[in-house]
Structure formats: structure tokens, C-alpha cells
């Protein structure tokens, strides 16, 4: 499955396509030889491999690298860490005893059999945690808002320093009602007033007062499929959506460009329905390098079932890629690199198309013949469709799976269609040498730090479900 996915993104840094992209079904195409190529082609492939170089050259990862350090403090000292639980649970039930009153008659707490209830209004959560010199424990003291403060390594002093890192949540808008499990009983009824709007800032006082680093928004709402006005468990969906800008100045003395991003996401789970969407893009420094939006639906538990919490390790991301695509339907998936290349696919059985680059997978290692292996890409070639458009030379262009040699094994691979040539051409044919050294060197610098960013962001998520839902097994969206 890893392999699968380094493989699509590295297809995608090449030519804005996924390794399963195609159009077309003409079986026809699939055994004609490509010819040596017309002025379509020539324009795409100098456009695209201007592209390229101009990502290899100014493409960089400061602001993620930045956040993954930042992020395994947060798992260390807070995610999993006993202690600031300890810390932060009496703040929720001291609250909880002084709002403890009766539940009116005929109210809906009644009818589910509760005597009592204690609202917790967590958008009036304002303390201020300060990690103390042992790194272990959290002072806590009231503020004008959620603040943390932890200590970290500066890495321009090479020493730990106390308070070197600050965490700002402010919450508002629209609030809904969620039962707190593990704080009720059957007589009592603990209740979040949840809001759904979280803005954030984490900062840092490296060169001697704060200054933001990340600032973000996130709205978080949750679904319910019945009439009822508290949440118990989230049985009709979740929609999660937001942004994250980074700002890193340039370190000169450790050879660090500047680095400015924009990282937007919106999730949204339609359980009821079966349907699921997602859309994520990233800008750097001005330019929109990434766009990627999904619409899928099935029976099978995909981003309708998504639970963020899986996302824990570089492995599990993989693994729960593959579990969100297996079984379902994309109904509509585009790629756009540089706000140029788009292209558009659907997958109209994924479980399938797994199966068989499985099996295909397992024939190449058994070194199988060109006609085996074009079983399996004529196979793949109909359940998958999509072109590709390319606005810079004002092409679109047609796309299919063909099985073509690579290295010693055969394979399937991406092929193009242009306007002006006959035939289908294999992605292996059409870019040059140059243009894959440029993409290689995307990929080398990228891989490692999108992987540990998709980290980042889920358990930044994390957090804040965790801060407003309470308790742990009582968050506000999986």
C-alpha cells in the first residue's frame, strides 16, 4: 500500500496525473507504438518541465519541518501526557459541580431517564497552562483565553529554554449540546456546550518576544440524524474544515529561506447517505502549487467513516488511505499542480482496482510477459476514466492506462493522447530526461515532509477536539 501511494504521488509531481488516471477503453490504442511526437506534445512536455524546475527551485519545507518538530512536543508533553489531563479535568468538573440543577419535566434529559444535568460552557475555558522546569507538569492560572505555554530546544541557541513555545485557542460561534459520557451517571447528565469555531496561533519567542509562526481557523461541526437537540454519538456525519498559514522568517546562519504557506482542508462525512468529500490545497510563498478534491460514495465505510484518530503514524496513514478508497466509488477526483494541470478522474470500483494492481504487482515480481500484464491494464482501463488539461498551452488531453516496459518488468503506466498525433503515448515516452530529474528532486525534498504534515494536522485536530470535547472517547468529530 505505501508503495501504491509513492508511486501516485510521484506520477502526480511528474505530470499532474494519478498512476490510475485514464479515458479511454479503445483496447486498440493500447498495442500501436508512439511516434515520434508532434508540436502538441513538444509544447506540453518544455511547458511541463518549466514547471518543474521552477517547483525544484523555489519549492521548499520550512514551515512543515517547523510544525513536525513543534508537533512531536505537543505529543510529548500533551497528547501523551498524563499530566496535563490531570491538569485540565478539574478545570471541566469544578465547572460541572457549580452549574449541577434539575431537569425539567418533559424535557428531553427526562425522557432519557436523568434527574439532573450540569452545563459546561466551554467557550468560558480560559485558563493559561505553563509547563514547569521539569517538563512534566503544567501550572495553571486563569487568562483572558486557552493559552499554553512549553518549553523547547532553540535551536539558534542550541539550549532548552523555558517558554520558548505558545499555544492560543479562542473559540466562538455557534454552539451545539453534547453528552459527556464519561463524566455523567445515570442520575446526572453532564453537558458540553460545544462551539464550532476555533481560531488558533502558536508562536514562538525565540528572538525575544512572541511572534506568530502558524494561525489558523477551524469550523467543526457535527451531524444528527434525529430530531434530538443534544448529541450522544455522532451517527449522521462530521464536517471538519479550515486553514493554516505559516509565517518562518529566513536563517541565514542555518542556510533557511523564508517560507510562507497556506494549507486549506474540508472534510465532510454524510453517514446517512453513504457520501463523503474532501478538498485540501496548498499555497506557497503566493503560488498555488496543489489542489486535490474528491467526491466519493459507497456502501463501504469510506471518508464517510473517516476517524481522524488513526492517523498516528506514518504507516497508519497509508493504511488508512487505502481503508477510505477500498470498497467505495470516486465519483470525481481533480488534481491541479500549479494552478495549471488539472487532471479530472472517477474510479467506479476501487475494491476492484486494488485487487487486480495487487495480482499485477505479484506478476511483475514474478517477471511475467507484456501480455499477461496487458490483462491486467485492459482490466484496470475500464473502470477508470479522466483527461487532463493543461491551461498554459490551452491542450486538453485525453488519458488511458497502456502496459509499457520499465526497467526489465512490464507494467501499466499513465499514456496521453494529443490533439495532432495518432496514438496514445506512454508517460515513459513523453517526458525527458531533464523533466524527471527536476521531479525527482521534488519528490526527495517532499515525500518526508507531507507525510509528517498530514500527521501534523491530525493531531493539531486532535487537540482542539480534545479541548473542547472534554474527555478522550468524547471528542467533537472523528
Request: aromatic share 8%.
Given at each position: 500500500?505505501?508503495?501504491?501511494?509513492?508511486?501516485a504521488?510521484?506520477?502526480?509531481?511528474?505530470?499532474?496525473?494519478?498512476?490510475?488516471?485514464?479515458?479511454?477503453?479503445?483496447?486498440?490504442?493500447?498495442?500501436?507504438?508512439?511516434?515520434?511526437?508532434?508540436?502538441?506534445?513538444?509544447?506540453?512536455?518544455?511547458?511541463?518541465?518549466a514547471?518543474?524546475?521552477?517547483?525544484?527551485?523555489?519549492?521548499?519545507?520550512?514551515?512543515?519541518?517547523?510544525?513536525?518538530?513543534?508537533?512531536?512536543?505537543?505529543?510529548?508533553?500533551v497528547?501523551?501526557?498524563?499530566?496535563?489531563?490531570?491538569?485540565?479535568l478539574?478545570?471541566?468538573?469544578?465547572?460541572?459541580?457549580?452549574?449541577?440543577?434539575?431537569?425539567?419535566?418533559?424535557?428531553?434529559?427526562?425522557?432519557?431517564?436523568?434527574?439532573?444535568?450540569?452545563?459546561?460552557?466551554?467557550?468560558?475555558?480560559?485558563?493559561?497552562?505553563?509547563?514547569?522546569?521539569d517538563?512534566?507538569?503544567?501550572?495553571?492560572?486563569?487568562?483572558?483565553?486557552?493559552?499554553?505555554i512549553?518549553?523547547?530546544?532553540?535551536?539558534?541557541?542550541?539550549?532548552?529554554?523555558?517558554?520558548?513555545?505558545?499555544?492560543?485557542?479562542?473559540?466562538?460561534?455557534?454552539?451545539?449540546?453534547?453528552l459527556?459520557?464519561?463524566?455523567?451517571?445515570?442520575?446526572?447528565?453532564?453537558?458540553a456546550?460545544?462551539?464550532?469555531?476555533?481560531?488558533?496561533?502558536?508562536?514562538?519567542?525565540?528572538?525575544?518576544?512572541?511572534?506568530?509562526?502558524?494561525?489558523?481557523?477551524?469550523?467543526?461541526?457535527?451531524?444528527?440524524?434525529?430530531?434530538?437537540?443534544?448529541?450522544?454519538?455522532?451517527?449522521a456525519?462530521?464536517?471538519?474544515?479550515?486553514?493554516?498559514?505559516?509565517?518562518?522568517?529566513?536563517?541565514?546562519?542555518?542556510?533557511?529561506?523564508?517560507?510562507?504557506?497556506?494549507?486549506?482542508?474540508?472534510?465532510?462525512?454524510?453517514?446517512?447517505?453513504?457520501?463523503g468529500?474532501?478538498?485540501?490545497?496548498?499555497?506557497?510563498?503566493?503560488?498555488?502549487?496543489?489542489?486535490?478534491?474528491?467526491?466519493?460514495?459507497?456502501?463501504?465505510?469510506?471518508?464517510?467513516?473517516?476517524?481522524l484518530s488513526?492517523?498516528?503514524?506514518?504507516?497508519?496513514?497509508?493504511?488508512?488511505?487505502?481503508?477510505?478508497?477500498?470498497?467505495?466509488?470516486?465519483?470525481?477526483?481533480?488534481?491541479t499542480?500549479?494552478?495549471?494541470?488539472?487532471?479530472?478522474?472517477?474510479?467506479?470500483?476501487?475494491?476492484?482496482?486494488?485487487?487486480?494492481?495487487?495480482?499485477?504487482?505479484?506478476?511483475?515480481?514474478?517477471?511475467?510477459?507484456?501480455a499477461?500484464i496487458?490483462?491486467?491494464?485492459?482490466?484496470?482501463?475500464?473502470?477508470?476514466?479522466?483527461?487532463?488539461t493543461?491551461?498554459?498551452?490551452?491542450?486538453?488531453?485525453?488519458?488511458?492506462?497502456?502496459?509499457?516496459?520499465?526497467?526489465?518488468?512490464?507494467?501499466?503506466?499513465?499514456?496521453?493522447?494529443f490533439?495532432?498525433?495518432?496514438?496514445?503515448?506512454?508517460?515513459?515516452?513523453?517526458?525527458?530526461?531533464?523533466?524527471?530529474?527536476?521531479?525527482?528532486?521534488?519528490?526527495?525534498?517532499a515525500?518526508?515532509p507531507?507525510?509528517?504534515?498530514?500527521?501534523?494536522?491530525?493531531?493539531?485536530?486532535?487537540?482542539?477536539?480534545?479541548?473542547?470535547?472534554?474527555?478522550?472517547?468524547?471528542?467533537?468529530?472523528?
Amino acid at each position: 500500500m505505501r508503495k501504491f501511494f509513492n508511486l501516485a504521488l510521484a506520477t502526480a509531481f511528474i505530470c499532474g496525473a494519478s498512476v490510475f488516471t485514464a479515458c479511454s477503453s479503445d483496447d486498440d490504442n493500447n498495442s500501436k507504438k508512439a511516434d515520434e511526437g508532434g508540436q502538441n506534445r513538444k509544447e506540453f512536455v518544455e511547458h511541463t518541465r518549466a514547471n518543474l524546475k521552477t517547483m525544484a527551485e523555489n519549492l521548499n519545507f520550512g514551515s512543515w519541518e517547523a510544525a513536525n518538530a513543534i508537533n512531536q512536543l505537543f505529543n510529548k508533553y500533551v497528547l501523551n501526557n498524563p499530566e496535563f489531563e490531570r491538569a485540565i479535568l478539574p478545570l471541566f468538573a469544578q465547572q460541572a459541580l457549580e452549574s449541577i440543577q434539575p431537569v425539567e419535566e418533559g424535557s428531553e434529559l427526562a425522557e432519557m431517564g436523568y434527574e439532573y444535568y450540569a452545563p459546561i460552557d466551554l467557550t468560558n475555558i480560559k485558563y493559561r497552562f505553563t509547563m514547569t522546569d521539569d517538563n512534566k507538569s503544567f501550572d495553571v492560572e486563569p487568562a483572558d483565553q486557552f493559552e499554553m505555554i512549553l518549553n523547547s530546544y532553540n535551536p539558534q541557541t542550541q539550549q532548552v529554554e523555558k517558554g520558548a513555545f505558545k499555544l492560543t485557542l479562542k473559540v466562538g460561534g455557534q454552539t451545539y449540546k453534547r453528552l459527556l459520557a464519561r463524566m455523567s451517571n445515570d442520575e446526572l447528565a453532564v453537558l458540553a456546550l460545544i462551539p464550532e469555531d476555533v481560531t488558533f496561533a502558536i508562536a514562538d519567542k525565540f528572538t525575544g518576544s512572541w511572534r506568530n509562526a502558524y494561525t489558523g481557523t477551524f469550523k467543526n461541526a457535527t451531524k444528527n440524524s434525529d430530531a434530538s437537540k443534544i448529541i450522544v454519538k455522532e451517527n449522521a456525519g462530521f464536517s471538519v474544515s479550515g486553514s493554516i498559514t505559516s509565517n518562518i522568517p529566513a536563517a541565514q546562519e542555518m542556510g533557511k529561506a523564508a517560507d510562507e504557506t497556506t494549507l486549506k482542508f474540508s472534510i465532510d462525512s454524510d453517514r446517512e447517505n453513504h457520501k463523503g468529500t474532501a478538498l485540501v490545497s496548498y499555497e506557497h510563498n503566493g503560488q498555488k502549487m496543489v489542489e486535490l478534491s474528491l467526491k466519493e460514495s459507497g456502501e463501504v465505510p469510506g471518508l464517510a467513516n473517516l476517524d481522524l484518530s488513526q492517523f498516528s503514524s506514518i504507516t497508519s496513514i497509508f493504511d488508512v488511505l487505502g481503508a477510505i478508497w477500498t470498497g467505495r466509488n470516486i465519483d470525481e477526483g481533480k488534481i491541479t499542480l500549479l494552478d495549471d494541470l488539472t487532471t479530472t478522474f472517477s474510479i467506479s470500483d476501487m475494491s476492484k482496482v486494488m485487487k487486480l494492481n495487487t495480482e499485477m504487482a505479484e506478476a511483475r515480481r514474478n517477471y511475467a510477459d507484456e501480455a499477461t500484464i496487458d490483462g491486467y491494464t485492459q482490466q484496470l482501463d475500464k473502470l477508470i476514466k479522466g483527461s487532463m488539461t493543461c491551461k498554459g498551452v490551452n491542450q486538453t488531453i485525453p488519458m488511458k492506462l497502456m502496459t509499457d516496459k520499465f526497467g526489465v518488468d512490464y507494467t501499466a503506466v499513465v499514456a496521453f493522447k494529443f490533439a495532432d498525433e495518432e496514438n496514445y503515448v506512454p508517460m515513459t515516452q513523453v517526458l525527458d530526461q531533464k523533466s524527471m530529474e527536476y521531479a525527482l528532486n521534488i519528490a526527495d525534498h517532499a515525500i518526508d515532509p507531507m507525510k509528517e504534515s498530514l500527521i501534523t494536522v491530525r493531531q493539531l485536530i486532535q487537540f482542539v477536539n480534545q479541548f473542547i470535547g472534554a474527555q478522550k472517547g468524547d471528542g467533537v468529530a472523528n
